[in-house]
T-cell receptor, first 112, second 114 residues
């Protein structure tokens, strides 16, 4: 069965510092991996996806994610955090079928 | 503007009173899905649809029904709501051309069942 784990409920980082939000997954077959962001009282917005190809994926708002097949991880990164990046981040996996599994979410706080 | 719309945005109802949350997309997407979001549990998939008249259960389908009579609409029906269905609900759509396509989400419907 598919599963997604976001081991940190919350990540705190100072503005200007690099940030990492962790995600590990379990899926049979090739994974299709996604990151979404949710701002307060808003729906989810797409950040980036990995389907195939380069392990480093670049997305919206300066975010990127690194796919690591051996560690079954897809960590979200940004070189320099902004206060406006503070939000709830979700990792999601699809196994090539039609079901999607989301992680529990990680709340990111960026302090000025 | 390409978008997914949901109505109503907020709903307070009583146990057992049937309700429908509508979802509509204007992007001609084949795939549509419903999720519920609960604190600490992330988003859980309720039902999804691959095209008109084709639907299947997600991970938490109990107590919900869906229909897909038109490509653009995918209503979520709660025949007899219960308090444990109090949640934030999201509808999403995506094209089917690539199985790993990103999903476009609606603004959410906050449902309270008393």
């Amino acid at each position: 069965a598919q599963s997604v784990a976001q081991p940190e409920d919350q990540v705190n980082v100072a503005e200007g510092n690099p940030l990492t939000v962790k995600c590990t997954y379990s899926v049979s077959g090739n994974p299709y991996l996604f990151w979404y962001v949710q701002y307060p009282n808003r729906g989810l917005q797409f950040l980036l996806k990995y389907i195939t190809g380069d392990n480093l994926v670049k997305g919206s708002y300066g975010f990127e994610a690194e796919f690591n097949k051996s560690q079954t991880s897809f960590h979200l990164k940004k070189p320099s955090a902004l206060v406006s990046d503070s939000a709830l981040y979700f990792c999601a996996v699809r196994d090539g079928g039609f079901k999607t599994i989301f992680g529990a979410g990680t709340r990111l706080f960026v302090k000025a | 503007e390409a978008q997914v719309t949901q109505n109503p945005r907020y709903l307070i109802t009583v146990t057992g009173k049937k309700l429908t949350v509508t979802c509509s997309q204007n992007m001609n997407h084949e795939y549509m899905s419903w999720y519920r979001q609960d604190p600490g549990l992330g988003l859980r998939q309720i039902y999804y649809s691959m095209n008109v008249e084709v639907t299947d259960k997600g991970d938490v389908p109990e107590g919900y029904k869906v229909s897909r009579k038109e490509k653009r609409n995918f209503p979520l029906i709660l025949e007899s709501p219960s308090p444990n269905q109090t949640s934030l609900y999201f509808c999403a759509s995506s094209p089917m051309g690539l199985a790993g396509g990103r999903q476009y989400f609606g603004p959410g419907t906050r449902l309270t069942v008393t």
